[in-house]
Each structure stands twice: as structure tokens, then as C-alpha cells.
């Protein structure tokens, strides 16, 4: 199983990037996949999640409204697009997944506790003011 997160760079405040999370060997039909963060000197975030088995999805307060996850099945990818970035978005940012059919209330408890199957290695975003 390999995650790929991708789509990370520079970027000036309120513009906007989107970040792929690109999943193989294992079949895209059963997981909830997560976006975390993590900015220099600062703890690990969950940023947001989608769940296959419903579609739905979770967002941290710092960046509701302005991200948004989905997921193409066809091409075993999640993105994350992210709008109106700001200086404090600036983080390097990467995907987990849990496998089988996981609600979006149990990957927000599996994040917090930052136990997941699998990792990608992460992909860094800066955002200057």
C-alpha cells in the first residue's frame, strides 16, 4: 500500500492550491482518508477527512470554508483544495488512510490519536503573506 501526496508549493495569501493524495494496492471502494499538517515548531493537525462508505466529510474550525476534500474512486485519489490560503496555512501537509469502512466520526478519533494503516510521506506548503 503507497500514498502519494503531491501538489504542495509557494503561494501568495488568498491564493489557492490543490493537493493529491494518490493511493495504490488496495482497492479504493472501502477507507477514509485524512489530510493533517504540521507547521514548524507546532503540533500535528487533522485538517479534514472523507469516508468512502458515505461520503462524508469532516473539516477542522481553522479551515472550514475555505478547504474542501473529494475523492475521484476512478483515480484512486483525494484532493484537497485549498482557497483563501493564509500565512498560518504554511505546513507541510499529509494523507493517511484506514482501510475498510470507517465513518467520518471514527477517522476524526482515529486522527486525534494520530493511529492510522498508512501514511504518505507529506508534500510542503508555504503561503507568504
Known amino acids: 500500500v503507497q500514498l502519494q501526496a503531491s501538489g504542495g508549493g509557494l503561494v501568495q495569501a488568498g491564493g489557492s492550491l490543490r493537493l493529491s493524495c494518490g493511493a495504490s494496492g488496495f482497492s479504493f471502494d472501502h477507507y477514509a482518508i485524512g489530510w493533517f499538517r504540521q507547521a514548524p515548531g507546532k503540533e500535528r493537525e487533522g485538517v479534514s477527512c472523507i469516508s468512502s462508505s458515505d461520503g462524508s466529510t469532516y473539516y477542522a474550525d481553522s479551515v472550514k470554508g475555505r478547504f474542501t476534500i473529494s475523492s475521484d474512486n476512478a483515480k484512486n485519489t483525494v484532493y484537497l483544495q485549498m482557497n483563501s490560503l493564509k500565512p498560518e496555512d504554511t505546513a507541510v501537509y499529509y494523507c493517511?488512510?484506514?482501510?475498510?469502512?470507517?465513518?467520518?466520526?471514527?477517522?476524526?478519533?482515529?486522527?486525534?490519536?494520530?493511529?492510522?494503516?498508512?501514511w504518505g510521506q507529506g508534500t510542503l506548503v508555504t503561503v507568504s503573506s
Open positions: 493517511a488512510a484506514v482501510l475498510g469502512d470507517t465513518t467520518v466520526q471514527a477517522m476524526r478519533v482515529m486522527m486525534a490519536s494520530g493511529i492510522l494503516d498508512y
